[in-house]
């Protein structure tokens, strides 16, 4: 589990074109990480992904706010969902709702994409991985991998964004006030830079997104001085303090909606 959470951080960094500074390399090292390490589809993540950064919690345009029926980050996105689910939904986050994700990605939306696109080189992996789980591995070592796996991973990727405010279609932030506004970082220390994969600077990875996310940590300094510098909050949190944020942000949207 943790090594398929290895393999997706550094196949989302690859994503942003920053392994190699060769998008077309960091292209095939993305889709050989992700589809043999977690049996998914790159082409899929960087559709999805990229719209992300494009509008950070912007409702419509940031298909990350795109959770029910699941769950809801968000008191106006969950007018849309089923109050007597979500009013549980901070207890299922982690690992039943997780787990769900990761099986319907890797079962369904991943495969699908790759088999629309027509991307050989992502079937190959896929159904590499495929043989490896169906000869090699049980059923149940399967689910505990999606279980396990797919925590760390959407846990991890929940912090920075999903209990900040969201935003109008109609309003048009620029993209310092993106990053500073609807962004959270996590205090970096060796365990949650390595914990993380130094997506814990998601102010300066969405203000460099092809920045190699190891000098994250050499920029954040500047990052801040220039947030003072222009009044804006340059807004960092402890990692168990982005986890009870996470979590009574959840309980509260789904107890209120």
Sequence with gaps: SIANGRCGWLMHEAGHGSLTAVPYIDKIIQSILFGLGNGMSGGYWNNQHNKHHATPQKLNHDVDLNTLPLLAFNKRIAQK???RWLQFQSFLFVPVITTIVTLVWALYLHPRYMVRTRNILELFCYFIRLAFVWFYLSPLLFLLNALFGGAYIF?????????????DEQYFPNWVEYSANYTTNIEPSMW?????GYLNYQIEHHLFPSMPQFRQREVSGRVRKLFEKHG???????YWG???MTFKNLYTVGQNH
Excluded: E, I, Q, R
Excluded at 155 to 167: D, G, M
Excluded at 232 to 238: I, W
């Design 242 to 244: 982005a986890l009870c």
């Design 155 to 167: 846990l991890n990727f929940a912090l920075s964004h999903t209990h900040k405010p969201v935003n």
């Design 232 to 238: 804006l909050k340059y807004d960092v949190a402890s």
């Design 81 to 83: 969902g089923n109050p």
């Design 192 to 196: 949650c830079d390595w914990w993380m």
